[in-house]
């Protein structure tokens, strides 16, 4: 097939090469992406690494961007609620017809470089297709994310982008990236180029070092002066300016702001225009709250974790506090346990959706060594069922992002059937 017909048939062609799972390395990305005219160097991009924040550093960016009258297309991987939101221009998900014409030359520039010996993956052939959407679409800037590390990453054959932005390293994904801090420092250090100026977040020391000496030019965040904080929010002043309001809740949330405020006055946005879009980001699923006291974060590695509980003890003290949790086999969950668990009154475990789910008995035996009462869910209502019945102030729910918006869903459904027949 030349040309695919619908979006259900793009959709199939790109789920036909996750089988070939994660492949570390640039040679087949850049085959795939020269066979469809390198769209990655025809961009004026800003490209994100780091372990925790990335999403919310972009958000953040791309809001100042948009408020500055830009064009800004971004790539942020994994999705969380909708498969399209990888990819999106102005806020907007690439629409169907648009991702059925880029995949449908992706296709056909992967049967060309399969025959040169190179297998693309799956992230690798929707990497080429946000390069190529946002080619076809002109925009002024992209914010591309790495998915995992830096070096490696299949983003990485830019080959100079506007700016590299690092936002905070901790450990996570070390099978792929090492054990230490300098390792990962190393590996998302990778994503610097000559010349290219690089920001990032207040670091630990020895991910700091590396990072310094990888870059030609350094900026790095400043102190941020919190106002007034709450879970649907935060004021801070920072540097000169004074009164930024950002609708995101967290600790961490003014820190990434803060980041994204150096790459966007870099980019030549006055302060004004950058508090006005900071007041506009939306980045659902961090530390969100709704009308109900439930709060959704993606919290699910050591820093992210380190992150969430710093914002539990300030945002919510002296709470009733209610947890839900989900994670992969294959992260910290006895590390994200230790630090989370202990302000728990009550905690249930699921399994999040995927073959690495960690199964709900395991979390839940874990998480009984800092919480007494801890219950595995057979499933999403279950838990949403149970935690409904409990009469606690807020319900926290957080984890990896694959299990987040199913169980939103949930208790969106189950809260509002609830409502009709009050």
């Known amino acids: 097939m030349d040309r695919f017909n619908t979006y259900a048939q793009a959709r199939e062609f790109v789920s036909s090469l996750a089988p070939r799972g994660i492949v570390p390395g640039l040679g087949a990305v850049r085959a795939l992406c020269a066979a469809l005219g390198d769209p990655q160097d025809r961009i004026k991009t800003i490209h994100i690494a780091g372990t925790n924040g990335k999403g919310s550093v972009g958000a953040f960016i791309a809001a100042a961007l948009t ?10 991987t994994p999705a ?20 059925t014409e880029v995949v449908s030359e992706i296709a056909k520039a992967v049967k060309k470089v399969e025959k040169k010996g190179f297998s693309p993956t799956a992230f690798e052939a929707e990497t080429a297709a946000a390069f190529l959407y946002f080619c076809k679409k002109n925009c002024d800037y992209a914010l591309v994310e790495c998915g995992m590390g830096g070096a490696l990453d299949a983003t990485n ?44 977040a207040v670091q630990p020391e020895a991910a700091l ?8 030019t350094l900026t790095v965040t400043g102190d941020v002066r919190v106002t007034k904080e709450c879970i649907f929010g935060t004021y801070f002043d920072y540097g000169d300016t ?36 900071f007041g506009d980001t939306k980045w659902n699923l961090r530390f969100q709250a709704d009308s109900d006291g439930w709060i959704f974060d993606g919290a699910h590695n050591e820093g992210a974790a380190l992150e969430l509980r710093a914002s539990v003890d300030r945002l919510l003290k002296g709470k009733r506090l209610l947890f839900i949790m989900g994670v992969f086999r294959d992260k910290a969950y006895e590390r994200i346990l230790e630090i989370t668990a202990p302000a728990a009154g009550e905690i249930i475990t699921v399994k999040p959706p995927t073959d690495r789910g960690l199964e709900a008995e395991r979390l839940a035996a874990a998480a009984e060594k800092y919480c007494e009462k801890v219950t595995a869910a057979n499933s999403y209502a279950d838990a ?6 409990k009469n606690y102030d807020n319900i926290l729910v957080f984890g990896s992002l694959s299990f987040l918006s199913e169980l939103k869903r949930e208790k969106d459904r189950v809260y509002g059937k609830m409502s009709e027949n009050n």
Do not use: W
């Open 384 to 389: 949403v069922g149970l935690a409904a019945e």
């Open 209 to 216: 070092a590396v990072i310094r000496a990888a870059a030609d």
């Open 67 to 76: 408020a500055d009258g830009k064009s800004v297309g971004r790539y942020a």
């Open 80 to 99: 969380v609620e909708e498969y399209r939101e990888m990819i999106t221009l102005n806020g907007e998900y690439i629409s169907e017809a648009d991702y």
């Open 242 to 277: 004074n009164n930024i309001f950002i609708p995101l809740a967290g600790t961490h949330q003014p820190q990434n702001a803060a980041l994204a405020f150096e790459v966007c006055a870099y980019l030549g946005i006055d302060a004004d225009t950058i508090k006005r879009g």
């Open 157 to 200: 054959i830019i080959k100079k982008p506007a700016a590299a932005v690092i936002t905070s390293i901790s450990t996570d994904h070390t099978a792929f990236l090492g054990d230490t801090i300098e390792e990962i420092a190393k590996n998302k250090a990778g994503i610097i180029k000559t010349g290219v100026p690089v920001f990032t």
